[in-house]
Protein backbone atom coordinates (compact mmCIF):
# COMPACT_ATOMS: atom_id res chain seq x y z
CA UNK A 1 0.00 0.00 0.00
CA UNK A 2 1.42 3.08 -1.02
CA UNK A 3 1.34 6.71 0.72
CA UNK A 4 -1.67 8.21 -1.35
CA UNK A 5 -3.50 4.86 -0.75
CA UNK A 6 -2.82 5.92 3.33
CA UNK A 7 -4.00 8.92 2.86
CA UNK A 8 -6.76 8.23 0.39
CA UNK A 9 -8.16 5.45 3.89
CA UNK A 10 -7.29 8.39 6.32
CA UNK A 11 -9.81 10.73 4.26
CA UNK A 12 -12.82 7.63 4.72
CA UNK A 13 -12.75 8.34 8.39
CA UNK A 14 -13.67 11.57 8.94
CA UNK A 15 -15.13 10.75 12.23
CA UNK A 16 -12.56 9.91 13.40
CA UNK A 17 -10.69 12.76 16.32
CA UNK A 18 -7.57 13.27 14.46
CA UNK A 19 -9.44 14.08 10.85
CA UNK A 20 -12.28 16.06 13.15
CA UNK A 21 -9.21 18.12 14.84
CA UNK A 22 -7.70 18.69 11.14
CA UNK A 23 -11.14 20.04 9.60
CA UNK A 24 -11.96 22.14 11.90
CA UNK A 25 -8.26 23.97 11.82
CA UNK A 26 -8.49 24.28 8.09
CA UNK A 27 -12.08 25.31 8.19
CA UNK A 28 -10.84 28.11 10.35
CA UNK A 29 -8.06 29.05 7.99
CA UNK A 30 -10.12 28.83 4.70
CA UNK A 31 -12.82 31.18 6.15
CA UNK A 32 -10.12 33.73 6.56
CA UNK A 33 -9.31 33.71 3.15
CA UNK A 34 -11.39 35.08 -0.15
CA UNK A 35 -14.23 33.30 -1.72
CA UNK A 36 -12.38 32.11 -4.62
CA UNK A 37 -8.65 31.86 -4.58
CA UNK A 38 -5.61 29.73 -6.06
CA UNK A 39 -4.30 27.18 -4.01
CA UNK A 40 -0.20 26.49 -3.85
CA UNK A 41 -0.77 22.61 -3.65
CA UNK A 42 -3.43 20.60 -3.04
CA UNK A 43 -4.79 19.60 0.01
CA UNK A 44 -5.48 15.78 -0.97
CA UNK A 45 -2.20 15.01 -3.52
CA UNK A 46 -4.01 11.58 -4.38
CA UNK A 47 -6.70 13.32 -6.19
CA UNK A 48 -4.44 16.14 -8.16
CA UNK A 49 -1.13 16.28 -8.59
CA UNK A 50 0.71 19.25 -11.29
CA UNK A 51 -2.51 20.39 -12.42
CA UNK A 52 -4.21 24.34 -11.73
CA UNK A 53 -6.09 23.91 -8.17
CA UNK A 54 -9.20 27.09 -6.89
CA UNK A 55 -10.74 26.23 -3.45
CA UNK A 56 -14.07 27.75 -3.44
CA UNK A 57 -16.21 28.44 -0.87
CA UNK A 58 -19.61 27.93 -1.05
CA UNK A 59 -22.79 29.38 0.80
CA UNK A 60 -24.61 25.65 1.63
CA UNK A 61 -24.24 24.18 5.08
CA UNK A 62 -26.76 23.08 7.13
CA UNK A 63 -28.11 26.78 7.95
CA UNK A 64 -28.88 27.03 4.55
CA UNK A 65 -30.01 23.90 2.70
CA UNK A 66 -30.42 24.17 -1.08
CA UNK A 67 -31.65 20.48 -2.19
CA UNK A 68 -32.05 21.15 -5.77
CA UNK A 69 -28.53 22.78 -6.12
CA UNK A 70 -25.33 20.96 -5.81
CA UNK A 71 -22.72 23.13 -3.97
CA UNK A 72 -19.80 21.41 -5.90
CA UNK A 73 -21.76 22.59 -9.48
CA UNK A 74 -22.07 25.75 -8.38
CA UNK A 75 -18.28 25.85 -7.15
CA UNK A 76 -17.20 24.61 -10.83
CA UNK A 77 -19.05 26.99 -12.40
CA UNK A 78 -17.94 30.01 -10.51
CA UNK A 79 -14.31 28.99 -10.63
CA UNK A 80 -14.87 28.38 -14.58
CA UNK A 81 -15.94 32.12 -14.86
CA UNK A 82 -12.99 33.43 -12.80
CA UNK A 83 -11.03 31.26 -15.03
CA UNK A 84 -12.07 31.46 -19.10
CA UNK A 85 -8.97 30.29 -20.42
CA UNK A 86 -8.02 26.99 -18.05
CA UNK A 87 -10.91 23.95 -18.42
CA UNK A 88 -12.72 22.64 -15.73
CA UNK A 89 -11.37 18.34 -15.23
CA UNK A 90 -13.36 17.19 -12.01
CA UNK A 91 -13.71 18.75 -7.94
CA UNK A 92 -13.65 17.48 -4.97
CA UNK A 93 -14.68 18.34 -1.24
CA UNK A 94 -12.43 19.37 1.67
CA UNK A 95 -14.27 20.50 4.29
CA UNK A 96 -17.55 22.18 5.37
CA UNK A 97 -19.07 24.20 8.62
CA UNK A 98 -22.28 25.40 10.03
CA UNK A 99 -22.55 28.04 6.83
CA UNK A 100 -19.85 26.97 4.18
CA UNK A 101 -19.11 24.35 1.82
CA UNK A 102 -15.38 24.07 0.56
CA UNK A 103 -14.14 22.70 -2.58
CA UNK A 104 -10.96 22.84 -4.36
CA UNK A 105 -11.60 22.49 -8.44
CA UNK A 106 -9.07 20.79 -11.04
CA UNK A 107 -8.64 22.77 -13.92
CA UNK A 108 -5.85 22.16 -17.00
CA UNK A 109 -4.69 24.71 -19.23
CA UNK A 110 -5.76 23.74 -22.59
CA UNK A 111 -2.54 25.41 -24.89
CA UNK A 112 -0.03 23.35 -22.30
CA UNK A 113 2.53 21.34 -24.51
CA UNK A 114 2.70 18.67 -21.67
CA UNK A 115 -1.03 18.60 -21.92
CA UNK A 116 -1.41 18.24 -25.40
CA UNK A 117 1.21 15.62 -25.87
CA UNK A 118 -0.28 13.55 -23.15
CA UNK A 119 -2.66 11.11 -24.75
CA UNK A 120 -4.53 10.70 -20.92
CA UNK A 121 -4.98 14.87 -21.10
CA UNK A 122 -5.34 15.61 -24.85
CA UNK A 123 -9.01 14.96 -24.98
CA UNK A 124 -9.73 18.05 -23.24
CA UNK A 125 -8.07 20.46 -25.35
CA UNK A 126 -10.67 20.07 -27.94
CA UNK A 127 -12.75 23.04 -28.22
CA UNK A 128 -15.98 20.85 -27.57
CA UNK A 129 -14.89 21.03 -24.20
CA UNK A 130 -14.87 24.56 -23.35
CA UNK A 131 -17.12 25.22 -20.40
CA UNK A 132 -18.41 21.57 -19.66
CA UNK A 133 -19.04 22.81 -16.17
CA UNK A 134 -22.11 24.51 -17.68
CA UNK A 135 -23.30 21.98 -19.40
CA UNK A 136 -23.18 19.40 -17.13
CA UNK A 137 -20.46 16.95 -18.11
CA UNK A 138 -18.29 16.37 -15.31
CA UNK A 139 -18.83 14.28 -12.41
CA UNK A 140 -20.73 16.97 -9.99
CA UNK A 141 -22.61 17.73 -12.94
CA UNK A 142 -23.88 14.52 -14.59
CA UNK A 143 -25.55 13.77 -11.09
CA UNK A 144 -27.60 17.15 -10.94
CA UNK A 145 -28.62 16.34 -14.50
CA UNK A 146 -32.24 14.81 -12.96
CA UNK A 147 -35.59 16.08 -13.44
CA UNK A 148 -35.69 19.32 -12.91
CA UNK A 149 -32.40 19.28 -10.26
CA UNK A 150 -28.91 20.55 -10.66
CA UNK A 151 -27.21 24.20 -11.46
CA UNK A 152 -28.62 25.23 -14.49
CA UNK A 153 -30.09 21.93 -15.08
CA UNK A 154 -31.97 23.99 -18.39
CA UNK A 155 -28.90 24.09 -20.05
CA UNK A 156 -27.68 20.35 -19.69
CA UNK A 157 -27.92 18.55 -23.46
CA UNK A 158 -30.25 15.63 -23.02
CA UNK A 159 -30.60 13.90 -19.44
CA UNK A 160 -33.37 15.84 -18.35
CA UNK A 161 -36.73 14.09 -19.39
CA UNK A 162 -38.45 17.39 -18.93
CA UNK A 163 -36.75 18.49 -22.33
CA UNK A 164 -39.02 15.65 -23.83
CA UNK A 165 -42.04 17.41 -23.53
CA UNK A 166 -41.45 20.60 -25.86
CA UNK A 167 -39.94 18.00 -28.45
CA UNK A 168 -43.13 16.12 -28.21
CA UNK A 169 -46.05 18.42 -27.81
CA UNK A 170 -46.97 21.60 -28.12
CA UNK A 171 -49.47 24.40 -26.46
CA UNK A 172 -52.17 25.52 -28.32
CA UNK A 173 -55.42 27.78 -27.85
CA UNK A 174 -58.49 26.81 -30.05
CA UNK A 175 -61.72 28.98 -30.49
CA UNK A 176 -64.25 28.64 -33.02
CA UNK A 177 -66.27 31.15 -34.72
CA UNK A 178 -69.46 32.69 -32.93
CA UNK A 179 -72.68 32.68 -34.97
CA UNK A 180 -73.53 35.84 -36.76
CA UNK A 181 -76.65 38.41 -35.21
CA UNK A 182 -79.46 37.86 -36.62
CA UNK A 183 -82.30 40.62 -37.78
CA UNK A 184 -85.72 40.89 -35.44
CA UNK A 185 -87.63 43.50 -37.46
CA UNK A 186 -87.08 41.06 -40.90
CA UNK A 187 -86.89 37.95 -38.81
CA UNK A 188 -83.16 37.43 -40.32
CA UNK A 189 -81.31 34.68 -39.30
CA UNK A 190 -77.34 34.81 -38.94
CA UNK A 191 -75.00 32.42 -40.21
CA UNK A 192 -73.33 29.21 -38.15
CA UNK A 193 -70.10 30.01 -36.83
CA UNK A 194 -66.64 27.74 -38.69
CA UNK A 195 -65.75 24.34 -36.89
CA UNK A 196 -62.59 23.74 -36.01
CA UNK A 197 -60.86 20.30 -37.26
CA UNK A 198 -57.91 18.68 -37.37
CA UNK A 199 -56.96 15.69 -40.27
CA UNK A 200 -54.19 13.64 -40.42
CA UNK A 201 -52.27 13.12 -43.85
CA UNK A 202 -49.51 10.92 -45.25
CA UNK A 203 -47.06 13.39 -46.13
CA UNK A 204 -46.46 14.88 -42.77
CA UNK A 205 -43.89 13.89 -39.82
CA UNK A 206 -43.43 14.94 -36.48
CA UNK A 207 -39.89 16.33 -37.34
CA UNK A 208 -41.13 19.28 -39.33
CA UNK A 209 -44.34 19.72 -37.99
CA UNK A 210 -45.03 22.67 -36.18
CA UNK A 211 -48.47 23.48 -34.54
CA UNK A 212 -50.13 27.14 -34.82
CA UNK A 213 -50.05 28.21 -31.20
CA UNK A 214 -53.80 29.49 -31.51
CA UNK A 215 -56.08 28.63 -33.79
CA UNK A 216 -59.31 31.00 -34.69
CA UNK A 217 -62.19 29.91 -36.98
CA UNK A 218 -64.18 32.25 -39.14
CA UNK A 219 -67.25 34.12 -37.42
CA UNK A 220 -70.60 33.22 -39.45
CA UNK A 221 -72.53 36.64 -41.19
CA UNK A 222 -75.18 38.87 -39.99
CA UNK A 223 -78.51 39.00 -41.56
CA UNK A 224 -79.13 42.18 -43.06
CA UNK A 225 -81.67 43.80 -45.10
CA UNK A 226 -80.72 42.81 -48.20
CA UNK A 227 -79.65 39.28 -47.43
CA UNK A 228 -81.98 37.92 -44.41
CA UNK A 229 -80.01 34.50 -44.18
CA UNK A 230 -76.54 35.16 -43.18
CA UNK A 231 -73.63 33.20 -44.74
CA UNK A 232 -72.32 30.25 -42.80
CA UNK A 233 -68.65 30.70 -42.36
CA UNK A 234 -66.14 28.17 -43.42
CA UNK A 235 -64.62 25.31 -41.31
CA UNK A 236 -61.13 25.67 -40.38
CA UNK A 237 -59.09 22.28 -40.80
CA UNK A 238 -55.76 22.07 -39.88
CA UNK A 239 -53.41 19.39 -41.40
CA UNK A 240 -51.86 17.55 -38.76
CA UNK A 241 -49.19 13.81 -38.86
CA UNK A 242 -50.61 10.54 -38.57
CA UNK A 243 -51.00 9.73 -34.71
CA UNK A 244 -51.62 12.70 -32.98
CA UNK A 245 -53.09 13.30 -29.99
CA UNK A 246 -55.06 16.34 -28.59
CA UNK A 247 -55.34 16.34 -24.89
CA UNK A 248 -57.45 19.68 -23.40
CA UNK A 249 -56.69 21.10 -19.94
CA UNK A 250 -58.51 18.75 -18.03
CA UNK A 251 -56.49 16.34 -19.45
CA UNK A 252 -59.16 14.60 -21.24
CA UNK A 253 -58.37 13.00 -24.64
CA UNK A 254 -60.42 15.18 -27.71
CA UNK A 255 -59.45 13.67 -30.38
CA UNK A 256 -56.64 10.65 -31.36
CA UNK A 257 -55.84 10.67 -35.21
CA UNK A 258 -56.06 7.24 -36.34
CA UNK A 259 -57.48 7.15 -39.90
CA UNK A 260 -55.63 9.12 -42.67
CA UNK A 261 -57.80 12.31 -44.45
CA UNK A 262 -60.34 12.36 -41.70
CA UNK A 263 -61.41 15.40 -40.27
CA UNK A 264 -61.44 15.31 -36.34
CA UNK A 265 -63.73 18.01 -34.44
CA UNK A 266 -61.85 20.09 -31.87
CA UNK A 267 -64.31 23.24 -31.21
CA UNK A 268 -67.99 23.63 -32.50
CA UNK A 269 -68.72 26.99 -34.07
CA UNK A 270 -71.88 29.05 -32.18
CA UNK A 271 -75.32 28.82 -33.63
CA UNK A 272 -76.68 32.33 -35.55
CA UNK A 273 -79.16 34.53 -33.99
CA UNK A 274 -82.63 33.38 -34.84
CA UNK A 275 -86.39 34.00 -32.83
CA UNK A 276 -84.69 31.09 -30.68
CA UNK A 277 -81.58 33.38 -29.53
CA UNK A 278 -83.38 36.33 -29.01
CA UNK A 279 -81.83 37.23 -32.67
CA UNK A 280 -78.77 37.93 -30.85
CA UNK A 281 -75.12 35.77 -31.49
CA UNK A 282 -74.05 36.84 -28.32
CA UNK A 283 -74.97 33.90 -26.54
CA UNK A 284 -73.98 31.46 -29.46
CA UNK A 285 -70.08 31.63 -29.14
CA UNK A 286 -68.11 29.36 -30.53
CA UNK A 287 -66.53 26.82 -28.10
CA UNK A 288 -63.00 27.47 -26.73
CA UNK A 289 -60.32 25.51 -25.73
CA UNK A 290 -56.59 25.55 -24.54
CA UNK A 291 -55.44 22.01 -24.73
CA UNK A 292 -52.23 20.67 -25.36
CA UNK A 293 -51.62 18.51 -28.69
CA UNK A 294 -49.24 15.86 -28.22
CA UNK A 295 -47.59 14.42 -30.80
CA UNK A 296 -47.44 10.32 -31.42
CA UNK A 297 -44.33 8.31 -30.53
CA UNK A 298 -43.01 5.43 -32.34
CA UNK A 299 -40.96 4.57 -29.43
CA UNK A 300 -43.56 3.62 -26.99
CA UNK A 301 -46.16 5.31 -25.09
CA UNK A 302 -45.75 8.77 -24.53
CA UNK A 303 -46.98 9.00 -20.87
CA UNK A 304 -48.43 6.41 -18.95
CA UNK A 305 -52.41 7.84 -18.88
CA UNK A 306 -52.20 7.88 -22.51
CA UNK A 307 -52.19 5.14 -25.21
CA UNK A 308 -49.40 3.78 -26.92
CA UNK A 309 -49.13 4.60 -30.96
CA UNK A 310 -47.82 1.75 -33.50
CA UNK A 311 -46.86 3.20 -37.26
CA UNK A 312 -46.25 0.40 -39.18
CA UNK A 313 -45.20 1.25 -42.90
CA UNK A 314 -48.28 1.27 -44.67
CA UNK A 315 -49.69 4.34 -42.77
CA UNK A 316 -51.97 2.57 -40.36
CA UNK A 317 -51.68 3.11 -36.53
CA UNK A 318 -52.38 0.15 -34.13
CA UNK A 319 -53.50 1.30 -30.56
CA UNK A 320 -52.47 -0.08 -27.71
CA UNK A 321 -54.34 0.79 -24.61
CA UNK A 322 -52.50 1.39 -21.30
CA UNK A 323 -53.68 -0.53 -18.09
CA UNK A 324 -55.17 2.98 -16.88
CA UNK A 325 -57.36 3.04 -19.91
CA UNK A 326 -58.57 -0.05 -20.74
CA UNK A 327 -61.67 0.57 -19.07
CA UNK A 328 -62.56 4.00 -20.52
CA UNK A 329 -61.48 3.21 -24.22
CA UNK A 330 -64.01 2.11 -25.43
CA UNK A 331 -66.49 4.23 -23.91
CA UNK A 332 -65.13 7.39 -24.78
CA UNK A 333 -64.38 6.21 -28.45
CA UNK A 334 -68.10 5.08 -28.86
CA UNK A 335 -69.00 8.55 -26.83
CA UNK A 336 -67.13 10.55 -29.64
CA UNK A 337 -68.00 8.89 -32.79
CA UNK A 338 -71.82 9.60 -31.89
CA UNK A 339 -70.76 13.08 -31.02
CA UNK A 340 -69.75 13.32 -34.20
CA UNK A 341 -72.76 12.12 -36.07
CA UNK A 342 -74.75 14.17 -33.91
CA UNK A 343 -72.64 17.62 -34.83
CA UNK A 344 -72.80 16.22 -38.74
CA UNK A 345 -77.06 16.11 -38.73
CA UNK A 346 -76.95 19.22 -37.04
CA UNK A 347 -75.52 20.84 -39.62
CA UNK A 348 -76.95 19.29 -42.92
CA UNK A 349 -80.65 19.56 -41.00
CA UNK A 350 -79.59 23.42 -40.74
CA UNK A 351 -78.56 23.62 -43.92
CA UNK A 352 -81.37 22.34 -45.52
CA UNK A 353 -83.61 24.44 -43.93
CA UNK A 354 -81.86 27.33 -44.88
CA UNK A 355 -81.97 26.29 -48.67
CA UNK A 356 -85.78 25.56 -48.15
CA UNK A 357 -86.21 29.35 -46.94
CA UNK A 358 -83.95 30.74 -49.45
CA UNK A 359 -85.99 28.56 -52.23
CA UNK A 360 -88.92 29.93 -50.59
CA UNK A 361 -87.62 33.61 -50.49
CA UNK A 362 -86.62 33.75 -54.00
CA UNK A 363 -90.17 32.12 -55.05
CA UNK A 364 -92.35 35.00 -52.92
CA UNK A 365 -94.04 32.28 -50.95
CA UNK A 366 -92.69 34.00 -48.08
CA UNK A 367 -94.01 37.01 -46.65
CA UNK A 368 -93.14 39.52 -43.48
Known amino acids: MGAYKYMQEIWRKKQSDVMRYLLRIRCWQYRQLS ?35 RPMSVA ?49 TKPVHKHREMRGLTSAGRKSRGLGKGYKFTKTVGGSRRKYEPYSSCHCFISAGKGGSGLARYNGIGGTG ?23 GEH ?89 VTIDSTGQVDWQPSEQSENSGSTEGSALERLLN ?22 GSVTF
Not at 49 to 61: C, D, N, Q, T
Not at 91 to 104: A, L, R
Not at 118 to 124: A, G, K, L, S, V
Not at 236 to 265: F, W
Open 35 to 69: AIHRCPRPTRPEKARRYVIYRVRIRGGRKRQSPKV
Open 220 to 308: GGSATKAKLVGRNARDTVVNVPLGLVCVDEEGTIRAQCTTLNRKYLLAKGGRGGCAETSFNSSSSQGSETRGKVVSGNKRGPIWDRYDE
Open 76 to 124: EARVGRRCGGLRVLNSYWVGQDSTYKFFEIILIDPSHKAIRRNPDTQWI
Open 194 to 216: GFIYIRPMENLSFDYFSFPTKVI
Open 342 to 363: EIDEEKNKSGRLKQELIRALNH
